[in-house]
């Protein structure tokens, strides 16, 4: 496993000093955890103290943890896009449940039981991640009831993901699925004059295999609907840029959109492609 880890090793020391001086690089990771959900409204001197008990970790892209961290550290997302992944021990086959992005803290579960949470962090990027010992965190939500309160609106957006995930992998077909995925990650800032276009955020850059675990498929059945969509105009991909050209024509494909890109729909049927 391609996994850099800095703890109680002969980095420990400089990477201790790494976030304990003035540098700009401490200065870095002490503003990413000021403004991670998690640690919102908590006073700057707070943070300088919890920033000594982070260690940093270097994962590669594509590198897995294991199941067992999960008890032992918590996890804040310093750079990079981290998958949160579920797999089955016979067959292999892989879901994401959560996509996780810097100031996106893991695992809250066990965080919040005590217990092993049976889930697989995978690097979707190479990965900076800052890791506290669990016990340090838990005894961090006593001192620091503003943690509390910061819990509950982070696990409700967490659930709603979940719940989206859940509904569209009984629900909805794969076609459908791939769309949802794309129009939910659009970039409204993007959105071209024309009205009718935009660009992807946080999926950008990730391959068909990655955006087959987040739909609950396959990666030759993404390729074969983005081939289409691409075909008819509706798409455009390269180097891993996922453009959206025509909203409307997506949208199609979904019965709810995100109210940032919502528009009235034009006249005229819906696709009847195969619904694989």
Request: hydrophobic fraction near 40%; proline fraction near 4%; charged fraction near 25%.
């Amino acid at each position: 496993m391609n996994i850099y880890v800095v703890w109680q090793s002969d980095e420990d020391a400089k990477v201790t000093k790494l976030l304990n001086d003035k540098s700009p690089l401490s200065s870095r990771y002490r503003e990413i955890i000021s403004n991670s959900p998690f640690f919102s409204g908590l006073k700057e001197n707070v943070i300088k103290e919890m920033l000594l008990a982070f260690r940093l970790e270097k994962w590669k892209k594509g590198t897995c943890n294991l199941v067992e961290e999960s008890t032992r550290r918590f996890h804040v997302v310093a750079s990079g896009r981290l998958e949160i992944t579920r797999s089955h021990p016979e067959t292999g086959r892989t879901v994401t449940l959560w996509l996780l992005e810097p100031g996106d803290v893991f695992d809250i579960v066990s965080l919040l039981d005590g217990r092993p949470h049976n889930v697989i962090p995978l690097a979707a990027d190479d990965v900076e991640v800052l890791c506290a010992p669990m016990d340090t965190a838990r005894r961090w939500l006593s001192e620091y009831p503003e943690l509390c309160m910061n819990i509950l609106p982070y696990l409700g957006q967490k659930f709603r993901n979940i719940e989206n995930l859940a509904t569209d992998l009984a629900i909805h077909d794969t076609m459908t699925r791939i769309a949802s995925l794309i129009l939910r990650h659009a970039a409204p800032t993007k959105v071209k004059a024309s009205g009718n276009s935009a660009c992807t955020t946080s999926i950008h850059g990730m391959s068909h295999e990655a955006l087959a675990r987040m739909v609950g498929t396959v990666r030759v059945v993404v390729n074969r609907h983005l081939r289409q969509w691409k075909t008819k105009g509706i798409i455009d991909y390269k180097r891993g840029s996922l453009i959206i050209k025509d909203l409307e024509a997506l949208a199609r494909w979904c019965k709810t959109l995100p109210e940032s890109i919502r528009r009235p729909r034009s006249g005229g049927s819906s696709d009847k492609d195969d619904h694989s």
